[in-house]
């Protein structure tokens, strides 16, 4: 007895992928994968780097303001931990743990330390009178992620804050 749809001899097939289609496409996304991944790391590192820097910009320049509007003294310097009780760290170069903002000896705010960026500068603080907000000494901060270009946050005699990328790799 034959179905009533199907003629003798005629064979019923079924959609789908051959197992060649298949390979060919699993091929192609991973050389795809392998081109993308790396990329995707570089822009990773490249914005975690730009937004610390971003941030320090940011903390310096409303120290500088908030000396201003305040009349009062206000100082930006290294954190001894991320929460320590003790507001500035001894190690005067090391940023990367992050960094406080401090008006006269109340802590206005703590600011963290991306992993993987690193952070150095010569200056232990960089402090702001109630004059005009002018900064105590010119201070300049490098900070890199390895293998990315650094970038550099420089705060003039004036109190003027400003950030550039440099051609220098970190390495």
Known sequence: MKN??????????????TLIELMMTLSIAAVLMA????????????ARLSSQSDLLV?????????AIK?????????????NSATACS???????????????????????????VTITSAASAVEFGATLGTPTAASSFVLCVSG????????????????RIDSTVCP
């Open 70 to 82: 305040q009349r009062s003294n206000f100082k930006v310097c290294p954190a001894a931990t991320p």
């Open 148 to 163: 990315r270009k650094q970038q550099t946050v420089n705060v003039s005699a004036s109190g003027h804050v400003d950030k």
């Open 58 to 66: 940011r903390t310096i320049s409303a120290a500088r303001m908030d």
């Open 4 to 17: 009533s749809g199907q003629k003798a001899g005629s064979h019923q097939y079924t959609a789908g992928f």
């Open 90 to 116: 001894t190690l005067a170069t090391d940023w990367t743990k992050g960094w406080v903002l401090i008006n006269g000896t109340t802590i206005s705010q703590r600011l963290l330390g991306k992993s993987g």
């Open 35 to 46: 081109i993308g991944v790396p990329s995707m790391r570089d822009l990773i590192r490249d």
